[in-house]
T-cell receptor, first 114, second 114 residues
Framework: GEKVEQHESTLSVREGDSAVINCTYTDTASSYFPWYKQEAGKSLHFVIDIRSNVDRKQSQRLIVLLDKKAKRFSLHITATQPEDSAIYFCAASKWTEGADRLTFGKGTQLIIQP | DAGVTQTPRHEVAEKGQTIILKCEPVSGHNDLFWYRQTKIQGLELLSYFRSKSLMEDGGAFKDRFKAEMLNSSFSTLKIQPTEPKDSAVYLC????????????FGPGTRLTVL
């Protein structure tokens, strides 16, 4: 089955700098890659996703890049702010007749230093 | 619109007990997921329903974990018998099947098995 790996378990950046979180996946059939955020003491919520028909997607300060050849995707957070501090989970799934099961990475704790 | 609700928020059980966790998905959502979250294993899929039909029953979790969806607005996860290693946060999530792939997560039930 699919395996999703997040390479950084913890990432610390200065406020205002950019943060990059990297993920790799194993199943070439995977074609949908969402990111979820979990703030301290709270549940997960969706932040951004990308499908395999594009290699870049941006939503305000969030950019997702997808390299299908390398089976790698990444979340870039520009101009980081204290509220960006959280655990970020990447995930992958196939794209069949709608939503399919997601395989999650183990999460990256992002710390924004003042 | 109400989000995903889960009850109870906390549960303490003795080893060998049966516990039932409850979830109400977002109204109108067709897909429902049960996950277990631990620091070591991350997010593990336990069960996945589409339009109340069981699509995946979580493989290794089959023998003591049973999820049911009796109607489109209510699901239960039964763990029987509980073991200390079941201590974790159990998350329920729901999503639409064709219009949106974003999963909406509930606040979770923190289970402690003594």
């Amino acid at each position: 089955g699919e395996k999703v790996e997040q390479h950084e378990s913890t990432l610390s950046v200065r406020e205002g700098d950019s943060a990059v979180i990297n993920c790799t996946y194993t199943d070439t059939a995977s074609s949908y890659f969402p990111w979820y955020k979990q703030e301290a003491g709270k549940s997960l919520h969706f932040v951004i996703d990308i499908r395999s028909n594009v290699d870049r997607k941006q939503s305000q300060r969030l950019i997702v890049l997808l390299d299908k050849k390398a089976k790698r995707f990444s979340l870039h957070i520009t101009a980081t702010q204290p509220e960006d501090s959280a655990i970020y989970f990447c995930a992958a799934s196939k794209w069949t007749e709608g939503a399919d099961r997601l395989t999650f990475g183990k999460g990256t704790q992002l710390i924004i230093q003042p | 619109d109400a989000g995903v609700t889960q009850t109870p928020r906390h549960e303490v059980a003795e080893k060998g007990q049966t516990i039932i966790l409850k979830c109400e998905p977002v109204s109108g959502h067709n897909d429902l997921f049960w996950y277990r979250q631990t620091k070591i294993q991350g997010l593990e899929l336990l069960s996945y329903f589409r339009s109340k039909s069981l699509m995946e029953d979580g493989g290794a979790f089959k023998d003591r974990f049973k999820a049911e969806m009796l109607n489109s607005s209510f699901s239960t996860l039964k763990i029987q018998p509980t073991e200390p290693k079941d201590s974790a946060v159990y998350l329920c999530a729901s999503s639409w099947d064709t219009s949106s792939y974003e999963q909406y997560f509930g606040p979770g039930t923190r289970l402690t098995v003594l």
